[in-house]
């Protein structure tokens, strides 16, 4: 697999991977894990596109920074690296709360997305409910560390299907979340439940988008990505059954299948 380099954007050192050639294509990782959520993507489409992936600040080999991890601030710190790697456009792919830094790279940094691919998210804001339990989750983050949460947040992860018959994809998205700085995992956490509601941000989305969710997905289910799917104009919306969260992991041969037709649809201009 392709070596992680590392490059300063802003108060950070951002971990970063860039293999391939061709039109770029960004693959933004999920809460609370790395960029090597992504290893299968990475090996399928960088035989035919430029493929980056990034560690947000403080998480895999990232420095944590000292801004505040905001959606906005991973949104800023995602434009300084596609400044740094001279990529004017990319396809941009976030999974889960990389969607939501999507939603607020879209929001601040329109002009640089040629097109979109949106995974296992959602457009609204947290509810109280929902901030009140990412509340405790920092909580107990700071004060146990990051192997205190494993046992909370795995079962929300993976679908039913993963969690009963695929032990090796629990035990790797664990051995992603173990490591992870304490400190990262409550700060992504106030700043996923601080995001604002992208509802309204949804009609301004004019390039091509794909919305991906898996069928067994219980924390952003089918009915929010068909939700999200609904506000954004001549969308795509693709169902993965038997994949929960985390359906790039839990089905990638599906997963490359949907972004690969995707994709093919599209011309671009390199």
């Not at 420095?63 to 596609?82: H, I, P, Q, T």
């Not at 509810?127 to 990051?146: I, L, P």
Request: charged share 25%; glycine share 8%.
């Amino acid at each position: 697999m392709t070596d992680t380099r590392t490059i300063t954007v802003g108060d950070v050192q951002l971990s970063y991977r860039d293999t391939g050639t061709g039109h770029a294509l960004v693959f933004l990782h999920a809460f609370p894990l790395n960029q090597s959520m992504w290893d299968e993507q990475l090996a399928e489409f960088s035989a035919d596109h430029r493929v980056v992936t990034l560690d947000w600040r403080g998480f895999g080999g990232s420095s944590l920074g000292s801004r505040e991890s905001r959606m906005e601030v991973f949104a800023d710190d995602l434009n300084g690296l596609l400044d740094s790697l001279d990529i004017d456009k990319a396809v941009i792919c976030g999974l889960s709360m990389g969607g939501y830094a999507t939603l607020a790279f879209m929001r601040n940094h329109p002009e640089r997305a040629s097109s979109l691919i949106l995974a296992d998210t959602r457009a609204g804001s947290d509810t109280e409910e929902a901030r009140a339990n990412r509340a405790k989750m920092a909580a107990k983050a700071r004060e146990k560390g990051a192997s205190a949460i494993v046992e909370d947040i795995l079962p929300k992860l993976l679908g039913k299907t993963s969690l009963d018959s695929r032990p090796t994809i629990s035990a790797r998205v664990r051995s992603m979340i173990e490591p992870t700085n304490p400190e990262a995992i409550a700060r992504a956490l106030e700043g996923m439940s601080a995001r604002p509601n992208s509802l309204p941000l949804l009609p301004s989305i004019k390039c091509p988008t794909l919305v991906i969710v898996g069928s067994e997905d219980e924390l952003t289910p089918p009915a929010e990505s068909k939700q999200l799917a609904a506000g954004i104009e001549g969308s795509t919306l693709e169902i993965i059954g038997s994949a929960g969260h985390l359906t790039n992991i839990e089905a990638p041969a599906e997963f490359n299948r949907v972004v690969r037709r995707f994709l093919e649809t599209q011309s671009f201009v390199i």
